[in-house]
Every structure is written in structure tokens, then in C-alpha cells.
Nanobody, 123 residues
């Protein structure tokens, strides 16, 4: 049984930093591209960042480039978030996609999802 679990969400002031973590059990982690997504109240879920199975390529949405960094080590995925803004407030989800290629461009190609961790940025 595959389990994806996120952690690290919190309430933080604008300009602050957080590091989100994600673990995935029940699958061979190194075979999967991993992504971070977020969904704010009343908005659609959007892709934030993705890292290939090898860690050799990453993708970040324009809204977080230069502020957020995705990485992976062992069977953990991380999202370092710096210079947080109120508009970064959302539920953040970790997801896994079985691919040996580049990160999927369609979030529906991600097969396994966590329950999310809440990030709230106060102004």
C-alpha cells in the first residue's frame, strides 16, 4: 500500500521561510518523479515544483522561481520556501509520478498523492 505523507506546514510571517518534507512508502521512490502542488481556497490546484526521478532536472512555476527550491535525498522530497508571500498561502501536496523521463506536465499523470500540509503566510 502506497502512502505519501507531507509535513512542515505552519503559520509564518511574510518574508519568512519554511521547509516542507514528504515521504513515500510502498513504492520504489527512486523510480518516481516527485512534485509539489498547492491549492488555495476557491482556486484550482496548481503545480509548484517538480523534480525528475534522478534529481537531474527540476521545474518551478514562475510564481515561485528564485524563492522555492525542490530537492530529494534518499526517500524524501523537500521544498525549501524562502521569502514567503501571503499569496503562497495554500494547502501543499506532494505527489509521485512513475516516469524515467522529465517531469510530467499534466498533474493527472501523478498517481499517488498525500493529504496535504497547510502553509499560511500572514502579512
Amino acid at each position: 500500500q502506497v502512502q505519501v505523507v507531507e509535513s512542515g506546514g505552519d503559520l509564518v510571517q511574510a518574508g519568512g521561510s519554511l521547509r516542507l518534507s514528504c515521504t513515500a512508502s510502498g513504492l520504489t521512490f527512486r523510480y518516481y518523479a516527485m512534485g509539489w502542488f498547492r491549492q488555495a481556497p476557491g482556486k484550482e490546484r496548481e503545480g509548484v515544483s517538480c523534480i525528475s526521478w534522478s534529481g537531474g532536472s527540476t521545474y518551478s512555476a514562475d510564481s515561485v522561481k528564485g524563492r522555492f527550491t525542490i530537492s530529494r535525498a534518499g526517500n524524501r522530497l523537500y521544498l525549501q520556501m524562502n521569502t514567503l508571500k501571503p499569496e503562497d498561502t495554500a494547502m501543499y501536496y506532494c505527489a509521485a509520478a512513475l516516469t524515467r523521463g522529465a517531469c510530467p506536465t499534466d498533474q493527472y499523470e501523478f498517481e499517488y498523492w498525500g493529504q496535504g500540509t497547510q502553509v499560511t503566510v500572514s502579512s
